[in-house]
């Protein structure tokens, strides 16, 4: 248990994304989110290149909410109960938690201010590290 875990909830690890080695690899992250849409990972890939790219702020709120969903029904399948930690260090964790902050960042862009705030609160609760990893 971690020193910020004061509860003593245990961690979530989510299993292996198999999105990830195909996003390492190179695919087009399109056709990496057509194939596994379930993954969070690419749903946050997408959400970056959006923000990343400036003037595509809807859309990257767009794939930063789809895969904060879909990474939502993947934690709440490894035994999630809506807190708890959700640890950095275990890679499968980082779409999940790429996608809070892309989500962040983009309701920050379209003027979503109560969103941002709640999503860069919930990225810290989740992940003091991931949080700091991320720049929020």
Same mark, same amino acid.
């Given at each position: 248990?971690?020193?910020?875990?004061?509860?003593?909830?245990?961690?979530?690890?989510?299993?292996?994304?198999?999105?990830?080695?195909?996003?390492?690899?190179?695919?087009?992250?399109? *056709?990496?989110?057509?194939? /596994?849409?379930?993954?969070?990972?690419? %749903?946050?890939? =997408? #959400?970056?290149?959006? =923000?990343?790219?400036?003037?595509?702020?809807?859309? !990257?709120?767009?794939?930063?909410?789809?895969?904060? /969903?879909?990474?939502?029904?993947?934690?709440?399948?490894?035994?999630?109960? &809506? @807190?708890?930690?959700?640890? %950095?260090? /275990?890679?499968?964790?980082? &779409? $999940?938690?790429?996608?809070?902050? *892309? =989500?962040?960042? #983009? !309701?920050?862009?379209?003027?979503?201010?109560?969103?941002?705030?709640?999503?860069? @609160? $919930?990225?810290?609760?989740?992940? *003091?590290?991931?949080?700091?990893?991320?720049?929020?």
């Amino acid at each position: 248990m971690s020193s910020d875990n004061l509860l003593g909830i245990p961690e979530t690890r989510l299993a292996v994304d198999p999105a990830a080695e195909l996003l390492a690899s190179g695919v087009d992250p399109v *056709a990496v989110a057509a194939a /596994h849409p379930a993954s969070s990972l690419a %749903w946050a890939t =997408l #959400a970056e290149g959006a =923000l990343a790219a400036g003037g595509r702020d809807v859309e !990257a709120y767009a794939y930063a909410r789809t895969g904060y /969903h879909r990474a939502l029904d993947a934690l709440r399948k490894s035994g999630w109960r &809506g @807190q708890g930690p959700v640890p %950095w260090s /275990h890679e499968p964790n980082r &779409g $999940f938690l790429r996608s809070l902050a *892309a =989500l962040a960042r #983009a !309701a920050r862009a379209i003027g979503e201010s109560d969103e941002e705030a709640r999503c860069t @609160q $919930f990225l810290r609760d989740s992940s *003091a590290e991931g949080a700091r990893e991320l720049g929020l």
